[in-house]
DNA sequence: TATAAAAGTTAGGCAAGTCTAACAATTATT
DNA sequence: AATAATTGTTAGACTTGCCTAACTTTTATA
């Protein structure tokens, strides 16, 4: 039953699921958007999804929106699993900074061995969230959705505190770090510009002002 | 001056460095020894030989023996020195027995990523020898050979202990284990039957009968 | 040393995964 | 509703890494 994917295969079904399942607000997945997020271009992903749709792991009519199989979808949160586990390893036991993970991650989320990751689970005290506040897929495929909001959804006077990042781009990261906000830290939104939208956030007793883009990709309360 | 290499390029480099460099008594080696080595065919060897000298990282004139030169024989023990690290992990962290890290470390071994190695080998307190006995390459790429004989050089009433084994089959290391030869385990040559070289070995005060197979597969003293 | 055996090479082919360029269908806009 | 823009598809080509079959060189042996 359990057919070996391939690393690429494994990526598309990846973010499938990512596109999919984990953003919400999601209207339909096509060739394009799923080409993008790949870094590929349409031409390519349509030759994939016809194997995909082949091997029974996507849903997919010519022109129309993709959807992951019941076996897409369990192959999908796995590496996702993988993924996350392998990120909280690195910063948890090797130290690396949460900014580093990601890309060894996208590495170590293809290693194949039934035992390895739930071991890794076990060796880590099944943890339930990554580094960026993510959860983790347990080993039945579950997922544990909280509720969260975008820091640019909060009005002035509102206070929250930081649950997850969006964006992994280590720049980001390193630039949230320097504002002092780590996952669960408090944050009270003093203003809002009018003109652009930055924000005037208070962390840590200090004031910071953030960009739009900065405040759309942190994820709160 | 790092170029990049896929992971086929390192499984290359990793047989030609166990061939050329940690196997003692090889009188050069051919494309016939590493397709056998790499389970491929003579043709896709030579085919990939004129890449990696191309690449400047073997040595090799046609009909010639071939070397690796020193950027290969640096690439070929780097890999090593992971796959030996993560058989480590993997049985000291996730308790893994070491019939099962073989086939995982040879996927790890090919995780890229400058900090991962080192830092794996701090979090392991910079072990010297891997789960089966051999030893693992430092950041320098230096290897620590010791003396070492095989099993079935030695004679009745010899003593020894066991330092390493040869081969990784999860078979024979399964057999190994039945026997209650761990490494470091004494070991007593107690006869050797003149047909077949099956030996009588003494270990923990049980006495094992051995075919010479298994006794040139163990590494003593 | 002539010849048989072994080892090594070349040529041509195939699958996976990518691309560009040209074309087709769908959706949005006037 | 007609047309423009967007999105999706097809066809043909390239690279990597592998294969088989045929051929050549080297080595071993009679």
């Known amino acids: 039953m359990d057919q070996t994917l391939s690393h690429t295969e494994e990526n598309y079904l990846k973010a499938l699921t990512h596109l999919t399942i984990l953003d919400q607000n999601s209207l339909g997945v096509g060739t394009n958007d799923l080409a993008h997020n790949l870094g590929l271009k349409p031409a390519t992903v349509n030759d994939m999804l016809k194997k995909l749709k082949e091997k029974k792991l996507v849903n997919y009519q010519k022109y129309g929106k993709i959807t992951l199989t019941e076996n897409g979808r369990k192959s ?11 990120e909280t390893f690195l910063c948890e036991k090797l130290e690396f900074s949460w900014d580093e993970v990601h890309e060894v991650a996208e590495q170590l989320e293809h290693i194949r061995s ?9 060796f880590l005290d099944y943890p339930k969230f990554d580094p960026h506040g993510d959860p983790i897929p347990n080993e039945k495929g579950e997922i544990e959705f909280r509720q969260r ?5 909060l009005k002035v006077g509102d206070t929250c505190s930081l649950m997850a990042v969006k964006d992994n781009d ?10 002092g906000l780590s996952i669960g830290a408090a944050i009270e939104v003093m203003g809002i510009e009018n003109y652009d939208n930055s924000m005037q956030i208070l962390v840590n007793n200090s004031q910071f002002n953030i960009s739009e883009k900065v405040a759309e990709n942190l994820y709160v309360s």
Request: charge should be positive; proline fraction near 3%.
């Open 76 to 86: 999908g949160v796995e590496i996702i699993r993988k993924h996350r586990l392998w």
């Open 114 to 122: 039934g035992k390895l990751v739930n071991r890794l689970d076990r």
């Open 149 to 153: 909001k975008l820091l640019s959804e």
């Open 170 to 179: 280590p720049d980001f990261l390193k630039y949230v770090d320097k504002l």
